[in-house]
């Protein structure tokens, strides 16, 4: 059989494909993995018990050194858009809840001390409610929250 310039592409490619699949399992990164997820804080509640189980006894501190980016009116509740940047300092975790949701906790990020306090996501919400951004910083908990109301159609009504 000849072999042609078009086959000799074709069992590059798959050649490539193959060795590329391949490595990729050998340079993947354990920093990458999550840690074990927490399933006890996002379990069905109410906002009073999921605030608990995240800063236990301690006080929550309002403060206006998180600074929080939502629409006052969400057309779509199932994709509320969400940036959240602070300027307090050694930040270890950031938390997102809504008041409303059946599962108040909507996230929970676990920073470094060389990230950047800087989280932008997207959020589900079941209905208008108070949005409330955690942060752990210094063995402290701070708070912001706005309130965000869901439309139903997006008409604005």
């Known amino acids: 059989m000849p072999s042609t310039r078009r086959n000799f592409i074709q069992k590059s490619l798959a050649l490539i494909a193959y060795f590329s699949s391949a490595s990729s399992t ?39 050194k998180i600074n929080l980016k939502l629409p006052r009116i969400a057309e779509n509740g199932a994709v509320v858009p969400l940036t959240i940047t602070s300027s307090l300092g050694n930040i270890e975790t950031f938390s997102i809840l809504v008041e409303k949701n059946p599962i108040p906790l909507v996230a929970q990020f676990n ?22 951004i955690i942060a752990k910083a210094d063995e402290q908990f701070y708070s912001s929250k706005q309130r965000v109301k869901v439309t139903i159609g997006g008409c604005g009504g």
Do not use: C, H
Request: hydrophobic residues 40%; negative net charge.
């Open 26 to 64: 050998l340079i993947y990164s354990t920093l990458a993995k999550a840690t074990s997820w927490p399933v006890e804080k996002f379990i069905e509640s109410e906002y009073s018990i999921a605030l608990k189980k995240i800063i236990g006894d301690q006080n929550l501190l309002e403060t206006d």
């Open 111 to 132: 920073l470094t001390e060389t990230s950047e306090a800087y989280i932008s996501a997207r959020i589900k919400m079941a209905e208008t409610s108070d949005v409330i």
